[in-house]
């Protein structure tokens, strides 16, 4: 998945530790295996490579990640869209050549996108890809799910309070001992600089001092979708690894989306797409959203101004 996870866990001796841990960095190896789209033998590529032809029966590892990608495409409307590949494949190609993709190209590569062109039988556990050359891309979801999946596995060791970190994919389960959560620091967009507005629930707009926020969590994912590490400069604007799949252009200008939810699939896959969606639309969409909060960050100049709902939501003690 091309990030390096971390695991921090408490267990009663090292030996459980380490086996425990073994284990779950086994099982994001395995699922690593099956999501990747840089692996040609992953069975996302297996499945990609028969995109026109009939229904593919699937793991229950990838439908699963599959189906919750549909739900979560639908209820935002498309701004999250896993059939991005063939775009996804363009824009990569304009960040190692630094020029912007050819819109012959990128139009071609517009008309595989589409939700609606992935057809899903839960019963029969199959997987169809309705026009040849549609591509899947999971990075907008796949390290939450991991993240999820290694805790999972701990946990069938008796190892409760553990935090699996993919980059900024975290999920966390039971809080270390003695402690109300895990304590999560969400980075400003630029260190260093202004924060000149903050936007609540409510509405309420204050000035801003800077600071960074730290939210305490157990049994929650977090996630994190911003330009930060991934962007390329082209011709003085700055570009996103995120697309909008409506335009099949790469966001710009700077900005920063942290999501909590209550496991580490949603909390990614609604960072994503509230990326694309903006501020107001986005933040609509998590508060539909049971047990969700987001923080959005937008960057202009070397200032920020930040939106909020319910962030962090109110977790049980
Ligand atoms: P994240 O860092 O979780 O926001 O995911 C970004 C990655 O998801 C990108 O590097 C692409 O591989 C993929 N992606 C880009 N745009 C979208 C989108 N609109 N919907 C779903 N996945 C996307
Ligand atoms: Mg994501």
């Known amino acids: 998945m091309g990030t390096i996870f971390r695991i921090v866990l408490y267990a009663p001796?090292?030996?459980?530790?380490?086996?425990?841990s073994r284990a779950a960095f086994d099982r994001i190896q395995e699922l690593d295996n099956i999501m990747s789209d840089y692996k040609p033998g992953s069975e996302l590529r297996q499945l990609c490579g028969?995109?026109?032809g009939p229904p593919v029966k699937v793991s229950e590892d990838l439908f699963r990640v599959l189906a919750v990608a549909k739900e979560v495409s639908t209820r935002s409307d498309g701004a999250f869209d896993i059939t991005v590949g063939p775009v996804v494949r363009l824009w990569?190609?304009?960040?190692?050549?630094?020029e912007l993709p050819d819109p012959e190209r990128l139009a071609a590569a517009r008309d595989l996108v589409g939700y609606e062109k992935v057809r899903l039988d839960p019963q029969a556990r199959t997987v169809q890809l309705l026009k040849p050359g549609m591509m899947l891309d999971l990075g907008g979801i796949a390290k939450g799910d991991a993240a999820d999946q290694a805790l999972m596995v701990l946990k069938g060791f008796g190892v409760t309070r553990a935090l699996v970190a993919a980059a900024g994919d975290i999920a966390v389960g039971d809080p270390p001992p003695h402690r109300a959560g895990w304590r999560i620091e969400i980075a400003p967009l630029e260190p260093g600089?202004?924060?000149l507005t903050r936007t609540t629930d409510n509405g309420e707009r204050t000035a801003s001092?800077?600071?960074?926020?730290?939210?305490?969590?157990h049994n929650a994912g977090i996630s994190t979708s911003g330009d930060a590490e991934q962007h390329v400069e082209i011709e003085g604007v700055r570009y996103s690894h995120i697309i909008d799949p409506k335009t099949g252009m790469a966001l710009t200008g700077r900005s920063s989306v942290t999501v909590v939810a209550?496991?580490?699939?949603?909390?990614?896959?609604?960072?994503?797409?509230?990326?694309?969606?903006?501020?107001?639309?986005?933040l609509k969409l998590i508060d539909s959203?049971?047990?969700a909060g987001?923080?959005?960050?937008i960057g202009s100049g070397d200032t920020m101004h930040s939106f909020e709902s319910r962030f962090p939501p109110m977790q049980p003690q």
């Open 13 to 20: 001796d090292p030996a459980t530790a380490a086996k425990a």
């Open 50 to 52: 028969k995109a026109g």
């Open 92 to 98: 990569r190609r304009a960040r190692r050549r630094h």
């Open 193 to 195: 600089g202004r924060h």
């Open 209 to 217: 001092p800077t600071q960074n926020r730290f939210v305490p969590l």
């Open 262 to 282: 209550p496991n580490g699939i949603t909390a990614d896959s609604y960072a994503t797409a509230v990326s694309v969606l903006g501020p107001e639309r986005g």
């Open 289 to 291: 959203t049971p047990d």
């Open 294 to 297: 987001a923080l959005i960050m």
